[in-house]
């Protein structure tokens, strides 16, 4: 895999923040900008990044399988993380997490078959006062997950895909 010379510019400036020896520690977020441009971290991006960085191939999938953070394949549109931990489970995680795969059509881990939107339980996401709680896009956390506020995600979720359908029509 080639990178872009835009690609290449922005993790000249991830690794600039480091002495020129531990240009390794820029490695999450050479990660991030490789998932930000492709929508996720294949292999051929990782063997990219371990050459850039100095790496071997296998330190940097280590980090992409480590977090959560890394999609390790695509995902839809909307990535929905719902923690299932401890906290949120008694307060009906998992109740949330198979609501959610059950209105849309997919199991745990899976994307609906339009690509729009990938479901998957993830661990705790720091807000367990709030539980149940989730993640959109690894961005937009989401709190006190009740079956209504699940309904209008869902439904929100798909009218925006109708809208967008119809415009590209």
Known sequence: MTLSDATLARFAKEVAKYPQEQAQSAVMACLSIVQQEQGWVSAESEAAVAAYLGMAPMAVHEVTSFYNMY???????????????????????????????????????????????????????????????????????????????????????????????????
């Open 71 to 169: 999609n390790q394949q695509p995902v839809g549109k909307y990535k929905l993380n719902v923690c299932t931990n401890l906290p949120c489970q008694l307060r009906d995680g998992q109740k949330a997490l198979e609501r959610l795969c059950q209105a849309l059509g997919v199991e745990d881990g899976g994307t609906t078959a339009d690509g729009l939107v990938t479901v998957a339980k993830c661990e705790c996401l720091g807000a367990c006062a709030d539980a149940p709680v989730m993640l959109v896009n690894d961005r937009q956390m989401l709190s006190y997950m009740n079956n209504d506020k699940l309904d209008e995600l869902v439904t929100m979720i798909k009218s925006e895909a109708a809208s967008s359908n119809n415009g590209a029509a």
